[in-house]
């Protein structure tokens, strides 16, 4: 179960703090995830359940079943149903407050987080109804970052880019079918992002949201599952 940690955040990443400062109490969904490497296509399905206290349960259905939790202290879970094993840990990466979701639905779309991470704003340009704005890097990540490269259209990020620090493109991501979620309160219910993970591969990921549920009773109960007491640690 350790090795699949880190593909399980990669994931969650995208996926986190709908509600914590909104008027709702928690939220649903499901999604699909494709990724595509060399060739080969592997498909994720999971139910996400928040809740507005920073609490998150990700059911895992596909390829398979697992319970994630995670929370805003960076807290994590792993619940294995089949071998009734959990594995835990807690690192603020893991927080519900570090994903690119917590930005878009808490009125922090302008900077997607950069501002909080340390880079600084260097341009801004206007292209065909796009803002495009640069960023640099704190000095703590210029050795592996040179810039990001943001792109709003009607206020709304559609695009983000990273640099390496020889200036190629190391991770782009595409924000799209923005989905009203409440008043003044949008969200991209597709996500594609793309890792060069050398200058001739690289892996797609694809993601979409649906069946978006608020404030119902099944929320609750979602959010209220209970990992068996003699599940065994495997830390």
């Known amino acids: 179960m350790k090795y699949l940690l880190s593909g399980l955040l990669l994931i969650l990443s995208t996926a986190a703090s709908f509600c914590q400062y909104n008027n709702f109490k928690n939220v649903s969904l499901e999604m699909e995830t494709e990724t595509a490497k060399s060739g080969y296509v592997s498909n994720v399905l ?66 997607l987080g950069l501002n909080q991470m340390g880079f600084t704003q260097s341009n801004v340009k206007f292209e065909e109804g796009l803002m495009i704005t640069e960023w640099l890097p704190p000095a703590q990540m210029a050795t592996q970052v040179s810039k990001v490269e943001l792109v709003h259209e009607n206020g709304d990020p559609i695009y983000i880019a990273y640099y ?11 924000y799209y079918n923005y989905v009203d979620l409440a008043p003044q309160l949008n969200f991209p219910s597709s996500i594609t992002q793309i890792n060069y993970t050398t200058p001739s591969d690289s892996t797609i990921t694809r993601t979409k949201y649906t069946n978006i549920k608020l404030d119902k009773a099944e929320n609750v109960e979602s959010l209220n599952y209970k990992i068996p007491n003699d599940a065994k640690n495997i830390n």
């Open 46 to 111: 999971a139910k996400i359940v928040y809740g507005n206290d920073g609490s998150m349960v990700s059911y895992y259905k596909s390829p398979k079943e697992y319970v994630v939790f995670n929370n805003a202290k960076g807290e994590i879970k792993i619940y294995d149903p089949e071998k009734n094993t959990v594995l835990q840990q807690q690192n603020y990466f893991y927080s519900t407050e570090t994903s690119q979701f917590y930005f878009f639905l808490n009125n922090k779309k302008s900077d």
């Open 164 to 174: 390496d620090h020889e200036n190629n493109v190391s991770t782009k991501s595409y």
